[in-house]
């Protein structure tokens, strides 16, 4: 471990506050330090109140914000001399701690500040550093922690057995603190949880972790208990895409809401996860409790969700009564579960949570071997991590948030993706709250959309090994499809039947129509596994229910589609799949209407370009946003009822009313 410290950086940071978010962020950019959130940062500033009374605060790292982006707005003020008060009493509930570190700011627009303020509050140093680092958890998760901790640090540490966050292990620091520690003391360190360093600047708080974590790692290090070697797992070869779907929807049964299923390509998640004795190493329980609610507990060994479940309820029915009151919340749905043949699969509500899984546990995979070498894994016992699930200040953080979008954990695929009305619905499902892949033969749709939630692949639909490939990769990285939206097709130029060549006329039906078919009985097994049943949205035609001349192959072939998506509908409303379609017309912001184009046949109707796109009974102009919308309001839950139909979104056409 090194310092990151670099002086001609720091001298962008001149008050205290800005040198406390500079080291806050040197923390967090050391993922062996700090993870997603994790660890938490203060400083102790004196201020002029607007009665001109000076007063002494405690910047503490408010929830929400993750020391590697922190900026100052990130850090709540709180009254300090409250907080040493708080402090001394004898009780205080976490919603009643909540409350006193939220009124006793002096910033009402300030994120709420952390929960272990308090703790902050008691170290009387004017910059508190805190992390999970990975060496000392790794070194506290063992069966003779306690002792490696004297061995290495002797009388240069405070250590502190573990509580809970919150106020008693803050009361207790406190306590501790004031009888031992003396003029050698460095650091603190808190058994299954973590470390704190303090100083007079916020440089030497931030030297003393690196200086404190350093030894952690030379000591697992000269123990042999730092390199681990990976075993190169057996190569299979199985289709993802015939097991995750159904997987994913009992896990999502069990969560009781649509869940992403990422299955990690990670080498040390294939390796660990094809181990021996992984169930047994596996199963002991989270590293630190700041792991314990986005891991969701013990990960899940095989992939029999409904025994994890039931397991999983029984261990809260045996721990505590409280289980009862709060059965309703309970989502017994795993977040990690490790697979001798599947490998390592990640759970979340959406893929940015299931990412944040997949990190903080391949963390957790080194803490677990490298204790093994020290001897032995031991996380903490269930009782404390059932205090920490059911944890009130955990709760409130996961109620918070206000109402999920309405595709939140599901699936889209969308073809001929990268313009038009393709890349239309693929924004209205990502608006939305989807995950969506998006295929197309133009190579731009890898990069056509910038977040977690976009998978954009390249895939000509008429190579079905193509579309396999497609399907797999989806599955892959999100765990299933439970929306499939058939947009791709191609329009050949006006031909009459008579001069209409019988290879375009193939080429025509085979686009449109041939590998449509491919990609529907592909994706069958797939869609019918979809958590909240399955949809299909077909781009069908103006031309289906009122053809035009010099457009045969392009009118029969959505014709032919069109009677396709009908069967789909008989076929599948069984499986839970509901099959529509969508009629455009008249939609000129695509790349075939150019504006030549567009003026051609305004001239030819002798109209101008402006009256020949709204040339329709309500007179409006229809965009491809329109389209993507309207895709995504057929996949949600107010078409629910609905399969089988056919709609026009030609701003009326007197030929199809
Ligand atoms: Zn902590």
């Known amino acids: 471990m090194h310092s990151r410290w670099n002086e001609e950086e720091s001298l962008q940071f001149k008050t205290d506050l800005e040198l406390r978010v500079y080291t806050s962020q040197l923390l967090g950019r050391d993922p062996a330090l700090v993870l997603h959130g994790g660890g938490n940062t203060s400083v102790k500033i004196t201020e002029k109140n607007i009665l001109g009374e000076n007063e002494e605060l405690l910047y503490v790292k408010g929830s929400g914000w993750d020391l590697e982006f922190i900026e100052a707005p990130g850090f709540a003020p709180v009254r300090l001399n409250h907080l040493l008060k708080l402090a001394k009493l004898d009780v205080l509930s976490d919603p009643e701690m909540v409350n006193e570190l939220k009124t006793q700011m002096t ?3 300030a994120p709420t500040p952390s929960v272990e303020a308090i703790l902050h509050a008691a170290l009387p140093y004017k910059y508190v550093d805190h992390t999970h680092a990975n060496a000392i958890v790794t070194i506290t998760n063992t069966e003779d922690g306690r002792k490696r901790i004297e061995e290495i640090y002797g009388d240069t540490v405070v250590i502190i057995d573990y509580i809970m966050p919150g106020f008693d292990l803050a009361k207790q620091c406190a306590k501790q603190f004031a009888s031992e520690a003396s003029a050698k ?3 603190m360190i808190l058994m299954n949880h973590g470390i704190f360093t303090f100083g007079p600047t916020a440089r030497e708080a931030y030297e003393m972790m690196i200086t404190l974590v350093d030894k952690a790692e030379k000591y697992l290090i000269q123990q042999d208990a730092w390199k681990i070697t990976l075993s190169t797992p057996n190569k299979n070869s199985f289709s993802k895409r015939n097991i995750l779907p159904a997987l994913r929807k009992n896990v999502s049964k069990a969560a009781g809401t649509a869940m992403i299923l990422r299955c990690s390509e990670h080498e040390k998640a294939k390796s660990f996860s094809a181990k021996q004795n992984v169930s047994k190493i596996s199963q ?4 630190t409790p700041d792991h ?8 899940m060994i095989g992939t029999d969700v409904d025994a994890y479940t039931s397991a999983y309820k029984k261990y809260f029915e045996l721990n505590s009564a409280q289980a009862k009151d709060k059965k309703a919340m309970l989502d017994s749905a795993p977040r990690v579960i490790l697979d001798k043949t599947l490998g390592m699969l990640c759970v979340g509500k959406t893929i940015k949570d299931a990412c944040i899984v997949e990190d903080i546990y391949l963390h957790t995979i080194d ?5 093994e070498k020290l001897g032995g894994y031991k996380a903490l016992p269930d009782q404390d991590i059932f205090d920490m699930e059911y944890w009130d200040l955990e709760q409130a953080k996961l109620k918070k948030g206000g109402k999920a979008p309405v595709f939140q954990g599901e699936v889209a695929l969308v073809t001929g993706a990268a313009s038009g009305i393709g890349k239309a619905c693929v924004s ?12 197309d033969i133009n190579p731009e749709i890898e990069s056509a959309f910038e977040t977690t939630s976009y998978l954009g692949l390249s895939c000509d639909i008429n190579s079905q090994t193509q579309i396999k490939q497609s399907l797999e990769q989806a599955v892959t990285h999100f765990g299933g499809i439970d929306m499939l939206v058939l947009n791709a097709g191609m329009f050949p130029g006006g031909f009459k039947i008579a001069e209409l060549e019988v290879d375009i006329w193939r080429k025509v039906m085979q686009v449109n129509v041939d590998a449509n078919q491919f990609i529907l009985k592909s994706a069958f097994h797939i869609l019918q596994h979809a958590p909240n049943g399955g949809r299909v949205v077909i781009m ?8 035009g001349p010099g457009a045969a192959a392009y009118s029969a072939s959505k014709a032919a589609l069109t009677q396709l998506a009908r069967i789909a509908s008989l076929e599948w409303g069984e499986h839970n799949i509901r099959v529509n379609t969508l009629h455009p017309d008249a939609v000129f912001d695509t790349g075939i209407w150019t504006d030549e184009v567009l003026q051609a046949r305004a001239a030819h109707y002798g109209i101008g370009v402006e009256q020949y796109k709204r040339k329709n009974i309500l007179k409006t102009e229809i965009t491809s946003h329109d389209v993507g919308e309207l895709t995504a309001e057929l996949c949600s ?4 009822k609905t399969t089988g139909a056919q709609i026009p979104i030609d701003g009326g056409n007197d030929r199809v009313i």
Do not use: D, H, W
């Not at 608006?431 to 892949?437: E, K, T």
């Not at 069908?540 to 053809?547: E, H, T």
């Open 107 to 109: 910033n009402a627009s």
């Open 185 to 187: 003391t460095q650091g």
């Open 284 to 287: 002991q329980g989270p590293a």
């Open 292 to 299: 314990v609610i986005r891991t969701k507990q013990l990960p």
């Open 367 to 371: 803490i677990i071997q490298r204790a």
């Open 428 to 439: 209205s499902l990502l608006a939305r709250g989807a995950a969506v892949v998006a295929l």
């Open 540 to 547: 069908g035609s103006k031309n289906v229910p009122a053809p």
């Open 637 to 640: 839950p107010i078409f629910s």
